[in-house]
């Protein structure tokens, strides 16, 4: 197991910015920018980002890899508030939204692949007045698949014996909360990103990295809640989840699900370590280096958790 991120700064690939300024703009009227990541032959280019930028948002910011630098340069020079972050080498999502909301100039950021568009053109200076307000880890939007069906996009906890398990529903009510951002897209606090340590750079399964990010938000605290105002629609087919019980689950499972909360802080018990190795069918040393890594990492973060797993279902509402 690699040792597992502390920090947002823990890992920071080589990255070229072109466009856009530093220097950070008001953000009375417009608290919320825009982190484009992109997937596809899609990209976002000058019609689409104007389109955003008249809805009311901040400021744009759009991952790039292999991309086109002279076209970058030349819709950017157009463009004051939006700036370009070309990777250097391919990386997983959760790296690319880490640099990005790094970079991000606003409070908040709002994480769109390129084949996702905002159904409304507008957004209204009440919503962005109640991002302030809430002011929650992240806002998960209502998504529409290219049909204009909803999609079952908010995720409960469930207990069923000592099994852990996710349900994925269809959004009832604003407000409602969510285990994590469905497909990382949402409005992320940015404060309250960089103090979780953001995204997991080292899960490249795309699932359990969010799971991972979703677990330690509400095990440290935090809230992620539906927001129905803000509506989103895919263009095109939606991306399907692999849930293998890989190795990345196995770090999924000792940093969220192994901790135990007791008093005000919490740990892992060593009680824990055959289990572990049983389900993860590794050799004893490798097992004893990962649950070591994940004891040191819980340690390090213990006061943070302010519950552990098993009181996770019980902040739901029950299920109808």
Same mark, same amino acid.
């Given at each position: 197991?690699?040792?597992?991120?502390?920090?947002? &700064?823990?890992?920071?690939?080589?990255? #070229?910015?072109?466009?856009?300024?530093?220097?950070?703009?008001?953000?009375? $009227?417009? +608290? @919320?920018?825009?982190?484009?990541?992109?997937?596809?032959?899609?990209?976002?280019?000058?019609?689409?980002?104007?389109?955003?930028?008249?809805?009311?948002?901040?400021?744009? @910011?759009?991952?790039?890899?292999?991309?086109?630098?002279?076209?970058?340069?030349?819709?950017? =020079?157009? #463009?004051?508030?939006?700036?370009?972050?070309?990777?250097?080498?391919?990386?997983?999502?959760? !790296?690319?939204?880490?640099?990005?909301?790094?970079?991000?100039?606003?409070?908040?950021?709002?994480?769109?692949?390129?084949?996702?568009?905002?159904?409304? =053109?507008?957004?209204?200076?009440?919503?962005?007045?109640?991002?302030?307000?809430?002011? $929650?880890?992240?806002?998960?939007?209502?998504?529409?698949?290219?049909?204009?069906?909803? @999609?079952?996009?908010?995720?409960?906890?469930?207990?069923?014996? /000592?099994?852990?398990?996710?349900?994925?529903?269809?959004?009832?009510?604003?407000?409602?909360?969510?285990?994590?951002?469905?497909?990382? =897209?949402?409005?992320?606090?940015?404060?309250?990103?960089?103090?979780?340590?953001?995204?997991?750079?080292?899960?490249?399964? +795309?699932?359990?990295?969010?799971?991972?990010?979703?677990?330690?938000?509400?095990?440290?605290?935090?809230?992620?809640?539906?927001?129905?105002?803000? %509506? !989103? %629609?895919?263009?095109?087919?939606?991306?399907?989840?692999?849930?293998?019980? &890989?190795?990345?689950?196995? /770090?999924?499972?000792? %940093?969220?699900?192994?901790?135990?909360?007791?008093?005000?802080?919490?740990?892992?018990?060593?009680? %824990?370590?055959?289990?572990?190795?049983?389900?993860? /069918?590794? $050799?004893?040393?490798? =097992?004893?280096?990962?649950?070591?890594?994940?004891?040191?990492?819980?340690?390090?973060?213990?006061?943070?958790?302010?519950?552990?797993?098993?009181?996770?279902?019980?902040?739901?509402?029950?299920?109808?």
């Amino acid at each position: 197991m690699n040792t597992i991120p502390l920090t947002l &700064d823990s890992y920071r690939p080589t990255y #070229t910015v072109i466009g856009g300024s530093r220097i950070a703009q008001s953000t009375e $009227h417009h +608290p @919320v920018s825009i982190l484009l990541i992109n997937r596809g032959p899609r990209p976002y280019r000058s019609a689409a980002i104007t389109e955003l930028l008249k809805a009311g948002f901040h400021s744009i @910011v759009s991952i790039e890899t292999g991309a086109d630098t002279p076209e970058l340069e030349a819709i950017a =020079s157009r #463009t004051p508030a939006l700036r370009y972050i070309c990777m250097h080498e391919e990386h997983n999502p959760g !790296i690319c939204i880490n640099i990005g909301i790094r970079e991000s100039l606003a409070p908040y950021v709002l994480v769109l692949w390129n084949d996702m568009r905002l159904a409304s =053109s507008a957004l209204s200076s009440r919503f962005f007045e109640r991002v302030l307000e809430l002011d $929650h880890a992240c806002l998960a939007p209502m998504f529409f698949d290219s049909d204009g069906a909803v @999609v079952p996009s908010v995720t409960h906890p469930a207990q069923s014996g /000592k099994a852990f398990r996710v349900v994925q529903l269809n959004p009832l009510k604003d407000g409602e909360k969510s285990l994590f951002p469905f497909d990382y =897209s949402g409005i992320y606090s940015r404060e309250k990103f960089i103090m979780l340590g953001g995204y997991d750079w080292t899960l490249q399964n +795309p699932y359990w990295q969010k799971l991972d990010f979703g677990l330690r938000c509400w095990l440290w605290g935090e809230t992620i809640s539906h927001v129905q105002a803000l %509506k !989103i %629609k895919f263009e095109g087919s939606l991306a399907v989840e692999d849930h293998s019980y &890989d190795e990345d689950y196995d /770090k999924f499972w000792l %940093k969220n699900l192994a901790p135990v909360y007791r008093g005000d802080s919490a740990y892992i018990p060593l009680s %824990k370590f055959f289990g572990y190795m049983w389900s993860s /069918k590794k $050799h004893l040393s490798a =097992s004893v280096m990962d649950f070591s890594a994940a004891r040191n990492w819980v340690k390090a973060c213990s006061y943070r958790f302010k519950a552990d797993a098993s009181c996770l279902a019980g902040l739901w509402d029950p299920m109808p």
